[in-house]
T-cell receptor, first 115, second 110 residues
Framework: GAVVSQHPSRVICKSGTSVKIECRSL??????MFWYRQFPKQSLMLMAT?????????EQGVEKDKFLINHASLTLSTLTVTSAHPEDSSFYIC???????????FGDGTRLSIL | EDQVTQSPEALRLQEGESSSLNCSYT??????LFWYRQDPGKGPEFLFT?????EEKEKERLKATLTKKESFLHITAPKPEDSATYLC???????????WGAGTKLIIKP
């Protein structure tokens, strides 16, 4: 069964709205979670690395004030897309790391559509 | 620069027709190579981790192998339900981030 839960699976909202996406590890504690963005027919693009209890590390070109990440517990990380605009429409996927030398386990993604 | 290249971009096979997908990589120090399967509108599903050259892993109709430069995902007698995009990623020994290939879209026709 799924080991990482991501919610919601789909969001459609108006431009200017802020959207929060949750990523939960279901049966393990994840000190590190990752947030990705995926464009159609392309591979995953890492946005940021989320570490429990500390600030997220953002990849080059990703606006930290636009994409707020909170990793407040060992089983939950959230991504908030602030004041979303149509160009933010995409497929956002989170993953969680069970431990060193372990594979990342992914949520089922969130399809975000900004009108 | 660390890099992962997958080929072919897309592969169409008849049901039962065996083939292989390639993942070529360059990385300063390999911690692990990962294969994932991704269905449309879903997150990637973990298949295998390979850590060292010569290692092989199998799961049902899939077998993954690893050399110092590349990995192959062999699919034997595939079925339509094996249709998906197969993603390869490497992890360097300097951090936990994954370097992703662009994927191979596999279509198995009945």
């Amino acid at each position: 069964g799924a080991v990482v839960s991501q919610h919601p699976s789909r969001v459609i909202c108006k431009s200017g709205t802020s959207v929060k996406i949750e990523c939960r590890s279901l049966d393990f504690q994840a000190t590190t979670m990752f947030w990705y963005r995926q464009f159609p027919k392309q591979s995953l693009m890492l946005m940021a690395t989320s570490n429990e209890g500390s600030k997220a590390t953002y990849e080059q070109g990703v606006e930290k004030d636009k994409f707020l990440i909170n990793h407040a517990s060992l089983t939950l990380s959230t991504l908030t897309v602030t004041s979303a605009h149509p160009e933010d429409s995409s497929f956002y996927i989170c993953s969680a790391l069970k431990g060193p030398n372990q594979p990342q386990h992914f949520g089922d993604g969130t399809r975000l559509s900004i009108l | 620069e660390d890099q992962v290249t997958q080929s072919p971009e897309a592969l169409r096979l008849q049901e039962g027709e065996s083939s292989s997908l390639n993942c070529s990589y360059t990385v300063s120090g390999l911690r692990g190579l990962f294969w994932y399967r991704q269905d449309p509108g879903k997150g990637p599903e973990f298949l295998f981790t390979l850590y060292s050259a010569g290692e092989e892993k199998e799961k049902e109709r899939l077998k993954a192998t690893l050399t110092k430069k590349e990995s192959f995902l062999h699919i034997t007698a595939p079925k339509p339900e094996d249709s998906a995009t197969y993603l390869c990623a490497v992890q360097s020994d300097s951090n936990y981030q994954l370097i992703w290939g662009a994927g191979t879209k596999l279509i198995i026709k009945p």
